[in-house]
């Protein structure tokens, strides 16, 4: 038997360190297109790599929002309700190179990362190789004990 | 020009209405691989008490875009685009985004400090519903290089 949503977490079944969501996203320049449709940004370092060449860059980068959107995203199905989600930060601190025709794999990892009365700490891990490319992705959730 | 440190207090404009619609909302979704049906199916968003399907939570960007754009056509800001990179962005949620809200955006300008040749920017955007009741603010960072020599 399936349901299509898992139970509601409950405070008191989760600690601290618990992994709760992971997932592997693969990027190619058509999500960043995408992305890039979808948000309005079409800043062209997203999409032309003789623009992301001019400025300096290693390549065609994805979009920092789009990283942030993805990472989140992996602990909807766990929380069941994007409304239990308070606060989401995030510092931008390596960028996503994606390759043209090889795209870019980003491994997300979403751990309690502290418990307080009336909700929890999501640490999210987004990396891509060896890389951390989010710094202190933390989402401040409300749970029922 | 440097980042002209006097943009903090200045008062902007609330944004024009932005009317979230059902279909923006499923293209963003897809767009972040967003996978829960909350996001794309309206029954599902009403299982879980919403009027319509509940808008990612980084879609609140696509609203706070329209003050960045706001504070990008000042002619007196310093900032230019491609000296520009994004450092950090945080949401707080009063509530999801769902499609049907009408979102009005208020930009403030809060810390303008020197980093280097150029200047960290922080803004904030108070996003508030149809009746100006509080739904996110969102805190964007913008690293802002100095003058290319």
């Known amino acids: 038997m399936t349901t299509p949503h898992p139970a509601v977490p409950r405070l008191s079944d989760l600690a601290v360190g618990e992994l709760v969501a992971e997932r592997t996203v693969h990027l190619t320049r058509e999500s960043l297109v995408r992305y890039a449709g979808a948000s309005g940004d079409f800043n062209p370092i997203h999409y032309r790599d003789d623009v992301a060449a001019d400025v ?7 979009h920092g929002m789009l990283t942030m959107g993805l990472a989140v995203e992996t602990i909807v199905p766990w929380l069941g309700d994007a409304g239990r989600i308070l606060e989401y ?6 960028p996503v190179v994606v390759d043209a025709a090889n795209g870019a794999d980003l491994v997300v990892t979403a751990r309690v990362g502290a418990i307080d009365d009336d909700g929890a700490r999501i640490d999210l891990t987004t990396t891509f190789g060896e890389t951390a490319v989010l710094g202190k992705a933390q989402v401040r959730v409300r749970l029922d004990g | 020009m440097s980042v002209n440190p006097e943009l903090v207090g200045r008062a902007f404009p609330p944004t024009a209405p932005y009317l979230v619609g059902r279909e923006k909302v499923r293209e963003f979704a897809r767009a972040v691989f967003a996978t829960d049906p909350q996001h794309t199916d309206p029954d599902a968003a009403r299982e879980l008490g919403y009027p319509d399907v509940v808008a990612p939570p980084t879609f609140a960007m696509v609203v706070q875009d329209l003050t960045l754009q706001q504070l990008l056509a000042l002619d ?3 900032i230019a685009l491609e000296r520009t990179v994004h450092a950090e962005q945080r949401f707080r949620y009063t509530r999801p985004i769902v499609a ?5 955006a208020q930009l403030r300008i809060t810390n303008v400090r020197p980093f280097g040749k150029g200047a960290m920017v922080t803004s904030e955007a108070e996003i508030a519903d149809s009746a ?3 739904v996110v603010t969102a805190t964007s960072v913008l690293l802002v290089g100095g003058e290319v020599a």
Request: proline share 4%; hydrophobic share 40%; aromatic share 4%.
């Open chain 1, 56 to 62: 300096g860059l290693p390549g065609v980068l994805a």
């Open chain 2, 100 to 104: 049907g809200d009408e979102l009005v």
């Open chain 2, 76 to 78: 007196d800001s310093g």
């Open chain 2, 132 to 134: 100006g009741a509080h």
């Open chain 1, 89 to 94: 930060g995030v510092r931008f601190t390596r």
